[in-house]
């Protein structure tokens, strides 16, 4: 732009930029407070174009929103506060190297899961992981991964899936020879597994709520160290039955392989839980 030229709409340039109206307004009041544009009311005119020096620096070491969801979820499942505590953003911000505004608009993004909620009287509350929370979440994961696994089945032999069915039965099996050794490698190989599963199914609704189950069925198995071992040696053998049934495309068997599986998984979550909770 030129000096003298005027800006689009509050509205339309919160459309061009993708962001909030809010944020194009913090924006047009600074560069009115350096003299970058005179804002007028509804004109907004350039005075001149803005400086080096005037440019704002964006650190490096700021986090992707992917590893943000991550670290704020892990952060969450770790119980460091309880339920019900208010979220004080800025510091949060600070712990996430984050700014503000992104922090901000990742709670209003993981509000739909139901793990915070906005106050009444603004800011935001940690609702928390709870045992209703599990409950529901294991619910839900029943649903869509049953879903997949028909999808699955009816897949031709030339998709990819069926290569890849092929390395988690090699993987489970190399796991399950060395188990007093490797029973920590579980928890990967079965967020890998689960994965695998989820991956055909092309749905934009399951794709969102996917990883959060994903990062806490992951997670969980880090609360409950007892039998950790014999708990891992059995869902490895659950993960083969199933596998086996997939692979002789024998849908019924299958569906009843994974409906034993997640039943168990969803036990294990709430006696994690449990234990947590007496310790």
Not at 74 to 103: C, K, M
Request: charged share 25%.
């Amino acid at each position: 732009m030129k000096p003298g030229d005027f800006l689009a709409s509050e509205l339309a340039l919160a459309a061009q930029f993708d962001v909030s109206r809010t944020v194009i307004r913090s924006i047009l009041e600074r560069l009115d407070m350096i003299g970058v544009v005179q804002w007028r009311g509804r004109q907004k005119a350039l005075i001149r174009t803005p400086r080096p020096d005037e440019w704002l620096t964006v650190s490096a070491s700021q986090v992707s929103p992917e590893e943000l969801e991550r670290q704020f979820l892990y952060w969450i499942l770790r119980f460091d506060v309880p339920p019900g505590t208010p979220l004080n953003v800025a510091e949060l911000a600070r712990q996430f190297r984050v700014s503000v505004h992104g922090l901000q608009e990742f709670l209003a993004s993981l509000s739909r899961f139901g793990l915070v909620k906005r106050r009444p009287k603004n800011g935001w509350e940690l609702v928390g992981f709870t045992s209703d929370f599990a409950i529901e979440l294991s619910d839900f994961r029943m649903m869509i991964e049953l879903n997949a696994i028909s999808q699955l089945i009816a897949l031709p032999d030339s998709h990819q899936i069926w290569h890849r069915i092929e390395e988690l039965d090699e993987a489970h099996r190399a796991l399950a020879a060395a188990i007093d050794e490797r029973f920590h490698d579980f928890s990967l190989l079965d967020e890998r597994f689960h994965l695998t599963i989820g991956s055909i199914t092309r749905n934009r609704f399951v794709a969102e709520f996917q990883k959060v189950i994903s990062l806490i069925f992951h997670y969980h198995y880090q609360w409950d160290k007892k039998d950790e071992r014999e708990r891992n040696a059995a869902a490895i053998d659950e993960h083969l039955r199933l596998i086996a049934a997939l692979k002789s495309r024998d849908e019924a068997s299958a569906l009843a392989a994974a409906r034993d599986h997640l039943r168990t998984s969803k036990q294990t979550l709430l006696s994690s839980l449990r234990i947590h909770a007496l310790s």
